[in-house]
Structure formats: structure tokens, C-alpha cells
């Protein structure tokens, strides 16, 4: 059996379920939704055998006729099965310390509900090998988590969510229309067959059309620097488990895999080769000028977000390089954020919990009374800080030597400085937050409840272990083949369709 | 092509009706008109002149040609529900803002610095 729709069936079943059930309460709904995301992370470990194959599910069993698919596919390569590790690796622990966290908030069976919508969204955003389902997914994902992100329905939330709907809207908008182009210029919506249509078309000026419309639409989801004003204020605004996911998985997710996938597989960078010109435009700015505003940041969880913008930045600067080397050091540090960065917006929620303040300046010594989240917050500061031998060296030293290899001399010592201010501002947030003085206010405080301690201390422990990813026997079978598929290009519809 | 240009033309206006508006309501209805550009251009796309619904298909015996094409229309009403969804839920926070801030100006929403 074909274990691909599961990945989707299993959230949104979940999520249908969890209303019915919260009317017994909703711890019931919190234990099923924490069994849903459990059972699909055992899946996605488990389909990693396969990572070297594409497995292509097509839905009702519509098979291709003479090659050209009829019906809507599901397709499994060596980059999906990386991003759905990510995305439910982070979406089982954010899920967990939700279960303590949330008891902050009322109504939270729909929080539940919303979670597994998003979770199944995900999934199916990275799965889809059809543009329309494609998009479908996406605006699961992306109403779910305009949602979350206003779920505490204060003023500031509220603020936030309507930016962050009205941004992602118009990106939902460009990305519609320029399907709508697409499916004129090809007659098709299935990627792989597509992508054969499109090496017949050649490159004329709707297809750059098509592809400025997505790198816009993308982009804005991805938060890159000129379209970034929505996620300081969205990703702070959600509860701390959701401001995990949106900065750890679902920027990534919506943003930097689509990207990759439409512009590497599909149109075929070759004859695209602008958009490595963009990306690394893109990259560099993002990079250095989300270091800079967050530096400058008082707010603990604001200063996060910013830090996601630069280091998204890293990663859409390293596929820019569009060097093989440059795609491994791109991938490797998209997972290594994914784990870092939802470590620390983990721990700033254990901070919320206990203190009900984000303002770090009215902060200090909290290492003495919660030392879990001041130890796994310290390894997640020095691994995004690029301390070796830390996960987040290893990523950032690749993507710095692909940048040397690739004669961008002047963009590898920006990638450097970048990662200095990057340490800088952890370091701030670790002076200001967990060492120095314990004030008055906060001598009563305590360390968090176990299952929130439980997840930060595996976030933390595959933050700091994350560098073994790079030796030659976990890279031959997580990075490699994701690396081989964007790297292949335009074998993609081979690989899909064969022949 | 003019109902292709008026229809991009739809777009541009919704585009800028969400730069340059300060009401709130009035955003909404600029992304809804962005929106339905679209799903006009989409329904545009699988248009044939003088076509025949693609259900009568016995009729047309092997003429495929005169068919409208029933896959962009299956979409839009897909894109339809989806509108429907982000339109409810924006216009729904924009009732709950108006209960915080009392206002609609978007000038005068914000509590959110940096």
C-alpha cells in the first residue's frame, strides 16, 4: 500500500475529528491530535529508506495514458522526504509542549483543530506534484495559521493577522494568477508534465511572466527582505509553539521549497539563470539586514523573527550560488534552522509561561531558576550563532566555502560578518535574559512542566547533534539525494513520469 | 484579448486599491476584487467561441475542439471557496479590530512598533 496520502489524510482527518471530540473536553483533543502528528513523524522517519527513489501515487488510480498524467498526483522525492521530516519532526514537539503551553488560552480544543489543518496543509504542499493542488494546500496552511497567529485575540494579534492576511493574500493572489497563465501557456497543471511542456515552449515572454509572478508570490511567503514587513509582527504575535512553526517549518515550507521546486525542476534554472541573479540579491539583503534590525531589538520574540528573516536569507543566498555544494550547504542549514530556531522561540514561550513578558531589558538571571530553558536556549544561541562544533557551524561553513568555490568573494565575507552579528545578538539576548542579576519581580519563578522541558531538550540535542548530517553514511541518505534531485533539474520529469 | 486586458486591468485595480486605501473594509474588498480578476481571467482561459458545455459530449462525437474546457472552470470554483474563506475570516478580524481600536483607519492601528 501507498502510504503517501497518509501524510495528508491523517492531520485532516485529525482535524475533523478534534471538534467533535473537544465537546468531551479538550484534553481529548489535545491526545488525539498529539497521537495524529506522532503516527505521521514515525511515517516520515520510516520513508526514509526510500529517499533515494520517487515514489508517485496517483490519486483514484487514475494512471498516465502514453505518458501524460489525467489525474492529480502525489509525488515523493529525495527533497520531500527532507522537508517532511522537518515538518513533522517540529510539528510533533510543538504539538507537545502545546499541551502545557496552551492551558495559557481558552478554547484550545480549535487550537487543535487548527494545528492539524496546518500540519495536513504542509504536508500536502510538499507532496503535490499538481501546481492547483499545490496552491490548494497552501492556502490550508496559510488560513490556518492567519488563525493561529491571532489566536490570543488581543489588540496586537489581531494587528498583526490582518497584515499578515492581507500580504499573504495578494502573494496567494500572484501565485493564482500566475497559474492561471501557466495552465494557458502549457494545458497542464501536473509539474513534471509541465516541465516537458515548457522545454518544448522555450523561453518567451509569458513563461518569464509565469516565473516573475511566482517569485514575487513565493517570495512573500518566504518573508525575503523587500517583502518581509509581515512576519516581525506575525510570527511574534502567535503562541510560542505556532510562532515554532511558522518561523521553523512554514516559511520554509511555503516560501524556499516552492521556490526551489518550480525554479529548479520546473523551469529549469539553465534557462532561467536570473533567478540564481535574484536569489542571490534576495539572499545577501535579507541576510544582512534582518542581522542588523534584530540586533537592535528589545522584544525577545521579535528579535527571533527578525533572526529568521537572516537566516532564511542564508539559506535562499546558498541556492542562489547554484553550485551543488551550494544546494547542500542551503538544505543543511534549512534543517538546522528548523531546529534551532524553534528550540528558541520554544524557549521564549517557557519564558512567556512563567512570567507573562517579552520585554528582555525587565529580564536577567532566569539560568538559576529555569535551567532547562537556560541551557537548551544557550545551545540553541551558540549553534545559530555558528559556534563549531555545533550544527549551525557546519551549515553555515559549507555555505561559505560554496560561495568561495562559486568566486563570490565579496558575498562569502558578507556571509561571515553576517554570522558574527548573528552571535552577537544571541549573546545580548543570553546576557539580558538568562544570566546577570535575578530582579525582585521574578524571584518566585519556576522551570517550566516537563513535557514543555521535553521538547526543548530534543529540539536542543538535535540542534547541537545536527552536524552529523554531513558524515558521508546519514548523508547518503537524507542530504545526497535531496541535494541529486535539485541538482537533476529538469530530470524531475523523467524521474515522475519515466521514459 | 480586450476581455483578457480588462480583466488584468480588474487585477491592477484591486492591486491598488490594497496600496493606497486606509479603511480597513475597503482592503478586503480591494483583495476580493484582485481575486475575482482572477478567477474571471481563469474562467476566460477555458472559453471557446461557440463552444458546447462539456457535458453534451455525444453530440460532438470526436470534435474535441468545441469543447469549453471544464478544467479552469473546476478550479475558480475551487479558488471561489477558498476567497470565500480568507474573505469571512478578514472581514471577521476586522469587526474584532474595530471593537479594539474603534476605528477602521489603518493609520490609527498601530500598536505594533519596530
Known sequence: MNVLPLFVAI??????????????????????GLCANGFIMGLSIWIIQYSKDTIVYFAGGWQPIAGIPIGIA????????????????????????????????????????????????LNGVVLSGDLFNLFVFLEITAIASYSLVAFGVEAEELEASFKYQVLGGTASAMILLGIAVFYQLTGTLNLADASRVIEGIGLNPAVIFVGILFLVGFSLKAALMPFHAWLPDAHPSAPAPISAMLSGVVIKVLGVYTLIRMFFNIFGIGRMSFVLIVFLILGTLSMVAGAFLALSQKDFKR????????????????????????????????????????????NSGAVVYRTDNRDMEKMGGFSQRMPVTGTTSLMGSLSIGGIPPLGGFWSKLVIVIAAVESHHFILAGIAVLTSIITLAYYLKVQKMTFFGKLSDLYKGVKEVPVLMCVSMVTLAILSLGLGVLLLPQLRNIILDPAVNVIAGGLDYAKMVLGG | MIVYVLAILLFLI????????????????????????????FALIGYREGGAAPIHTEELGDNMVLFVDPLPQALVLTAIVIGLGTTALLVSFAVRIYEKYDTFDVRKIRKLRG
Do not use: C, W
Open chain 1, 11 to 32: 492531520p485532516l482527518g485529525a482535524a475533523f475529528l478534534t471538534p467533535i471530540l473537544s465537546k468531551a473536553g479538550n484534553r481529548i483533543s489535545a491526545v488525539l
Open chain 1, 74 to 121: 502525489m509525488v515523493m522525492d529525495g527533497l520531500t522526504v527532507v522537508m517532511l521530516l522537518i515538518i513533522n519532526v517540529v510539528g510533533f514537539f510543538a504539538m507537545l509542549y502545546s499541551l502545557n503551553y496552551m492551558t495559557r488560552y481558552t478554547e484550545t480544543g480549535k487550537y487543535y483543530t487548527l494545528f492539524l489543518l496546518m500540519m495536513g496543509g
Open chain 1, 303 to 346: 528579535l527571533l523573527a527578525y533572526s529568521s528573516i537572516s537566516q532564511i536569507g542564508y539559506v535562499i543566498f546558498a541556492f542562489g550560488l547554484g553550485t551543488p555544494l551550494g544546494f547542500l550547504g542551503g538544505l543543511f542549514h534549512l534543517i538546522n534552522h528548523a531546529s534551532f530556531k524553534s528550540l528558541l522561540f520554544l
Open chain 2, 14 to 41: 484591486g492591486l491598488y486599491g490594497i496600496v493606497v486605501k486606509r479603511n480597513l473594509i475597503k482592503i478586503v474588498i480591494s483583495l476580493m476584487i484582485m481575486e475575482y480578476a482572477i478567477n474571471l481571467f
